[in-house]
């Protein structure tokens, strides 16, 4: 499919493909539906979605398995909805530098890579994370900002999800970035606060002011010695 233009659909559901794909350059869809659908499909090689490469309609990979890389570096792609489908793909690595901001969701629930390979400022509005796992974020700097994927996983649609949080938690462990795991655990535990009734939030913000929910014990020394000081003078 190198530099076609294909204005339909692609239909690939199920396909056994023994080598790569290649849609580098290639212009798919007509802005409605599916613009590639690949339900099921199976890749022994790479596949390159990039270089140019335009989707005007969705992306669907749902459950597909690609043994080496799947990749939308320099792709455009946008569709009503959802853009680029990934629920239960399982890659060797995806890449995510696409030439300008997705425009529609990304769906990677379930999905399974050993390296996730993306750019924060193409990144949707929407994204859904739960049951994402990654070994790797690569990153141009060589250590992955921790704000930026606390907002990454703060991206779903249906709210607060333990699971994005704790697996992000798990990377930056493996790591070795303690503070990093602290601060996305933190930050795990100020989303929960948003579900929780009034006598709740309350209380979380208390453990918030006073330990940083254990997570920065150093702020009870702080208050230690705030109380001790005042206890001081008041007794003097």
Partial sequence: FHLSVIEGIVRLDRAQVAGEISFRGARVGDGTGEAIAGDGLCVDG???????????????LRGARIAGRLSFRGAILGATGTAVQLARLQADEVCLRTAQPITGAIRLAQARVAILDDDPAVWPPEIWLNGFTYETIRHLTGRVPVAERIDWVSRGPFGYQPQPYEQLAAYYQHAGHDDDVRRVLLAKQRHRRTTLSAPGRAAGRLLDATVGYGYRPW????WLALLLTAGTSAYA
């Fill in 219 to 222: 702020l009870a020394a702080i």
């Fill in 46 to 60: 790479d596949m390159e979605c990039n270089a140019g490469f335009t989707a005007r309609g969705q992306v669907n």
